[in-house]
């Protein structure tokens, strides 16, 4: 049973999960912790617009965050296989994990929209595993990418 209040919030450590990607290989985000920070965004749906912009977008800053020391790390509910014919149309080149039952949506209290639609959310986890920025907005997709490259800016300047 989850509580009132979201688990995956800024200043806490993100909750740990185990999702197939789209080559079918496990990821966890443990694997992660030490060695780089991560970041997480939660989206509705593969090959819808709205989703294609935001994947399409990380994909054009996947340099700029991999020059931060950071990987992007993309979940739906969508199978691997969707994940895949996903990633192959749009060059997408990071993983897509594969939440069939949205067990990791739950755990990290991420939001419907208007009760129904999945929710868009980004969050930017440092090397040690804790949560340092958390941006929702279902229809503000570039923000997403924006606010994530910020936070991880200023994360590697205070390093």
């Avoid at 935001?54 to 950071?70: E, K, L, N, V």
């Avoid at 993309?74 to 996903?86: A, C, E, V, Y």
């Avoid at 208007?114 to 340092?132: A, E, H, K, N, S």
């Amino acid at each position: 049973m989850l509580s009132d209040t979201p688990y995956a919030q800024q200043g806490q450590p993100a909750p740990d999960f185990q999702l197939k990607d789209q080559q079918g290989a496990t990821v966890s985000l443990s694997q992660y912790q030490g060695a780089q920070p991560v970041v997480v965004f939660f989206y509705p749906k593969d090959h819808t617009p709205g989703c294609t912009l935001q994947a399409c977008a990380f994909r054009d800053t996947y340099t700029i965050f991999q020059d931060t020391g950071a990987e992007v790390l993309g979940i739906s509910s969508d199978s691997d296989r969707s994940h895949k014919r996903f990633a192959d149309t749009h060059q997408l080149p990071f993983p897509l994990l594969s939440d069939p039952d949205g067990v990791v949506r739950k755990t990290w209290s991420v939001p419907k929209t208007l009760g129904i639609f999945p929710g868009r959310v980004t969050y930017v986890i440092d090397r040690q595993g804790i949560i340092r920025y958390v941006f929702a907005s279902q229809l503000n997709i570039k923000r997403h990418i924006n606010e994530a490259l910020s936070v991880l800016t200023s994360l590697s300047e205070a390093n």
